[in-house]
């Protein structure tokens, strides 16, 4: 930079001492000018620019008309008024250097050597000009002029490679214009050639590779092809690497990525790819100049993955900005910008949004009026007019249901009508229009009984899932929509093909190589799928095992990835070891964290978190294509299949298995033995019943009105007792042999103390509970129980003894009055002293998440007495607060993640609260909480609790538990035996609360402080999950 400095300094003196008419002054005024651009672009000082343009000024006018060189000078001063507009936006400046390049072509004849050059500048700066004021005819001209260019510059490589990629960039533009997919295969096809040679220089190879990302990314959005946005991607990452940080094409480079990350993520769901575009849309718009043509694209993407993230994690910072950013992406854009509307499709959105949170009529009147706006003012055919009618249909709709005008409803069809047959039939995005269509005239129907709309409405559901390229999430919402509409006329049979194929579609929401956070914010959106399924399957005369597989493979997908990775492949060791190996290194890849530790906006080298997504993405693939290739060996056919009926049947042999099924159509128990698989319907079962009781448990507690008495008789009498009575439990053992049942609820029922139902306030010698029947047992799925019994209790040294890990935390930092447990030393000091008689020795290690997650791998039994913390809007969060729970925390998702299978522990003991409830309706059916990733990481047996328990109680149920331990073995049996017995103790008073625990004050074990909880059934939420 200094050496440029004095070279352009040396310059300026010699063209000043020159006099006007001195032959070598124009040379040396263009010699000027080509230092000053190169030094601005090393420092952007629009000075720089300013005096590279006046020199050039200077030099043609100091040429005669027929002078060779002046045609270049002319160029070059184009070349920097076109450099200028990019970063002003002045019209003045692009008019002139169109003007000043055509003159240069109409003076060169076809041979000419700078023919091509001249051509291709032309094709650039008219192609700047349509994408600003939409002349068709600049567009024509730029396409022919590029294709010139290209032809005249065969045997120049370089120069060819350029006017490729401006080729590719009018080609695409003419797409965006006309929506013909020819155009857009075109404009990537000369993208590519672009970048044929692998020794371009990098600047230019970054232009290249920008342009190529941005037309594969649109074709991925025309197509839905995930292919095109990973090499989008890749392409436009490649791009921002490849440039200093302050080139002044930095910045169109980082708005391309954020647009294609933003996109990448409505596919897949991956929160990293949205935090990731709002950080570089946001590093974009700091390096814009004042009126630069690129602000309104930079700030329109911003505000639009800021509302997507408003959609995810619910902050209105987020989705408050993202409507300050609209409305400034607005104001920068001249009325007349063919980019105005895209704009005003935002706001309307991001108000859409907060009407939805706010219930404000306001925001929604207005979401209305700016969508209206943006369609009209695009022009007829152009492919942005379906996406302002879709949107326009979606908020007139939304302002029907608050105030139940026709005229809104009949609007609303009328655009969405017109965006569906504005859409070609291969884009993506016409199914979920279809799909809006559909939803607007079954409302409708519902409203005027029009047999012509509710079929209108099927046979658009039926035509959107039918569409080729459409997103997997969009597919099952089509077969949703048209399975209701088959339910409503009970024809049960379509309603259930349909079901079935969408529970089979809801791995591909949520792939191996995605985020586990992501795949459950995915899932979330389908939470009750299955169960449906397994309902109408019933009612479509479906077997049992049929019903019950439905439920199977729709519940619990994350927890089925897991258990396929983490599972016993002995047997494929030992005859197809060359298979295991690779089996082993895709689940080390794939079993891991996605997540990054880096967002930053990539400057130098290969991105580490795309090149990471890639390999998993990769990994992925491979693990699909292996999993088929170990199938077909001999005696491998059902490799990680959902378990056959048999096998369930098998899972039956230690005692029934009841999986009770909820659903708006029919409820149900399974009743899973070891001859049989049969159905009890559960007629007074009702889904909405079920729902308001799980609400009221958010409340419960010393102050609340909610009734437990109330909610266990009444899951005895519409659950339990029909399905026990089913079995044959009608009455206690006779001789202390207690039988088990293991139970596997659904939807709501998933945070309801089952094994509590009864009527308590009898008689002690009341059958009427299930705890005076049969000993319970929680598991999320059969193929869990029996993943989780294939697993064996591993072999110790017989000298070496077992380690219990013991956690007490009588005080946690930063909680109200220090969340002072103060049982909690003497639940741990009770377990201490049982330890010898268990054959265990006491750890007690730094109460930190680390050296716990240490310690975990080396235990047989860890006891954990302290506060808990339930996250209901990511279960995945919900942590066991030790010292550095603020900092460090130890959650669901850090322990699903920490894999001991080839150590397995025995038993979990999570004395605080709500370790295992899932508190969230929206995550039922993945079942994420503490008890729950205890398990997935490895431990057979998990103690926990379905909410908040009491300090002082607490300390016997885990007295009584272990000292069953301590008499039966340290065996599955024992566990579920030991809570049984301390569990119906505390119920029938037997246990003396004085007894070898001093009486003082006590806090319940979660994060909220609260007296002691003095009400009655304070032992219904201890719970086991086991084998």
């Known amino acids: 930079m200094d050496a440029l400095s004095i070279a352009i300094e040396a310059a300026e003196t010699t063209v000043a001492a020159l006099p006007p008419g001195h032959a070598d002054r124009p040379i040396l005024l263009n010699n000027l000018g080509i230092c000053l651009v190169e030094r601005f672009t090393l420092s952007s000082s629009m000075e720089d620019l300013d005096r590279a343009i006046e020199v050039a000024d200077a030099a043609i006018n100091s040429t005669p008309q027929q002078y060779p060189g002046r045609l270049r000078y002319m160029d070059n001063l184009a070349t920097r008024l076109g450099m200028r507009f990019g970063l002003t936006g002045s019209i003045d400046d692009l008019n002139r250097a169109i003007d000043l ?151 169109m480079c980082l708005i391309n990525l954020g647009k294609i990350l933003g996109r990448r993520f409505e596919l897949t769901g991956s929160m990293s790819d949205l935090d990731r575009a709002i ?32 959609d995810r994690a619910g902050s209105m910072d987020d989705l408050n900005r993202a409507i300050q950013v609209a409305e400034l992406a607005l104001t920068v854009t001249p009325r007349d910008h063919p980019e105005r509307s895209v704009c005003l499709g935002t706001l309307g959105v991001c108000l859409g949004k907060r009407f939805d949170r706010t219930a404000s009529m306001d925001d929604l009147n207005r979401a209305v009026e700016v969508e209206s706006t943006g369609g009209e003012s695009v022009p007829p055919g152009h492919p942005f007019k379906a996406s302002h009618w879709d949107a326009l249909g979606v908020w007139l709709d939304r302002r029907f249901d608050r105030t139940s005008s026709m005229d809104d409803l009949n609007h609303a069809i009328e655009v969405a009508e017109k965006a569906v047959e504005a859409t070609p039939l291969e884009h993506m995005d016409r199914a979920s229009y279809l799909n809006n269509l559909g939803c607007y005239l079954d409302k409708r129907y519902e409203r005027t009984g029009s047999l012509n709309d509710i079929n209108r409405s099927l046979s658009c559901f039926k035509e959107g899932w039918d569409c080729p390229g459409t997103p997997t999430s969009i597919r099952i919402r089509l077969a949703l929509s048209a399975a209701e509409t088959y339910a409503s006329q009970s024809n049960w049979e379509e309603s259930s093909q349909l079901l079935e194929k969408a529970v089979e579609l809801l791995p591909a929401v949520s792939p191996r190589s995605s985020a586990h956070n992501d795949k459950e914010h995915m899932l979330a959106n389908f939470v009750g799928l299955a169960s449906t399924a397994a309902a109408v399957a019933l009612n479509a005369d479906r077997d049992a095992y049929h019903a019950l597989k439905l439920l199977e493979l729709g519940r619990g997908i994350i927890t089925n990835f897991l258990m396929d990775m983490r599972g016993d492949i002995s047997d494929l060791k030992q005859r197809h070891a060359d ?14 964290p996605a997540d990054s530790p880096s967002l930053s906006v990539p400057t130098n080298g290969a991105s580490s978190l795309e ?92 102050s609340s009105s909610f009734n437990m008495e109330s909610l ?13 009575d089913a079995l044959g439990f009608r009455d206690p053992p006779s001789d202390d042999n207690w039988p088990r049942v293991w139970w596997i609820p659904t939807r709501y029922l998933s945070r309801l103390p089952l094994h509590a139902a009864g009527h308590h306030s009898a008689a002690s010698s009341s059958t009427n509970t299930v705890m005076d029947r049969v000993m319970s047992t929680y598991a999320s799925s059969i193929k869990a129980l029996i993943h989780g019994r294939r697993h064996t209790i591993r072999d110790r040294d017989a000298t070496e003894p077992d380690s219990a890990l013991l956690i007490a935390m009588r005080e946690t930092p930063n909680l109200s009055a220090g969340g002072l447990l103060p049982f909690a030393v003497d639940e741990l000091d009770m377990l201490a ?106 431990f057979r047996h998990v103690v926990g609790t379905l909410w908040r328990v009491s300090d002082r109680y607490s300390v016997q149920v885990a007295k009584v538990l272990y000292e069953t331990m301590q008499h039966a073995g340290v065996t599955d049996q024992a566990i579920c035996l030991g809570l049984h017995r301390a569990v119906r103790a505390l119920r029938d008073g037997r246990i003396d609360m004085d007894v070898d625990v001093p009486k003082r004050a006590g806090e319940i074990r979660d994060i909220v402080g609260c007296e002691e909880d003095t009400k009655p059934l304070y032992w219904v939420p201890y719970v086991h999950f086991g084998v």
């Open 833 to 938: 002293a049982l330890c010898p008689s268990l054959g265990l020795e006491p750890s007690l290690p730094p109460r930190r998440r680390d050296e716990v997650l240490e310690g975990l791998k080396k235990c047989k039994i860890f006891h954990f007495a302290g506060h808990g913390q339930s996250d209901p809007a990511d279960p995945s969060q919900s942590c066991l607060l030790l010292e550095d729970w603020e900092t460090n925390p130890l959650t669901a998702g850090t322990l699903r993640d920490h894999r001991l299978q080839d150590n397995p522990p025995f038993f979990a003991y999570l004395s605080a609260c709500s370790t295992g409830a899932n508190e969230s309706d929206r995550f039922a059916d993945e079942g994420v909480h503490l008890a729950h990733a205890f398990q997935l990481a490895g």
């Open 279 to 310: 950080e570089v849309s946001d590093a974009g718009r700091e390096l814009l100049l004042p009126n630069s043509p690129s602000q309104t694209a930079c700030l329109n993407n911003l505000a639009m993955w800021l509302s997507r993230r408003f």
């Open 101 to 251: 390049v055509e003159m240069a072509v109409e003076a060169t004849p076809p041979n000419h050597i700078y023919r091509g050059r001249f051509l291709g500048n032309l094709a650039i700066w008219l192609c700047k000009r349509f994408e600003g004021i939409s002349s068709t005819d600049d567009l024509d001209r730029a396409i022919w002029a590029a294709d010139m260019a290209v032809e005249a510059l065969l045997d120049n490589a370089s120069r060819r490679d350029n006017y490729l990629s401006i080729l590719g960039n009018c080609l695409g533009r003419r797409y965006q214009q006309t929506g013909s997919l020819d155009y857009l295969d075109r404009a990537i096809s000369a993208a590519e050639l672009s970048l044929e040679d692998p020794d371009q220089d990098a600047i230019h190879r970054a232009a290249y590779l920008n342009t190529l990302g941005l037309w594969l990314g649109e074709r991925s959005d025309r197509t839905g092809s995930k292919a095109d946005l990973d090499r989008a991607v890749e392409a436009t990452e490649m791009a921002v690497e490849a440039l200093p940080p302050e080139h002044p094409e930095r910045v």
């Open 611 to 702: 090149s990471q997504a890639k390999r998993r993405r990769e990994a992925d693939q491979r693990f699909t294509e292996l999993i088929t290739e170990i199938r077909a060996q001999p005696g491998f056919g059902s490799f990680f299949l959902p378990p056959t009926a048999d096998e369930m049947m098998a899972a039956g042999s230690l005692g029934p298995i009841i999986v009770v099924n909820l659903s708006s159509y029919r409820c149900d128990a399974f009743l899973v033995q070891l001859d049989r698989i049969s159905v009890v319907e559960l007629p007074d079962l009702k889904s909405e019943e079920a729902q308001k009781r799980a609400q009221g448990l958010h409340s419960y507690g010393p």
């Open 579 to 592: 298979l295991a190996d690779e089996f082993v290194s895709l689940r080390d890849e794939l079993d891991s």
């Open 712 to 724: 266990v008789e009444w899951l005895w009498d519409v659950i339990c007792r029909p399905c026990l």
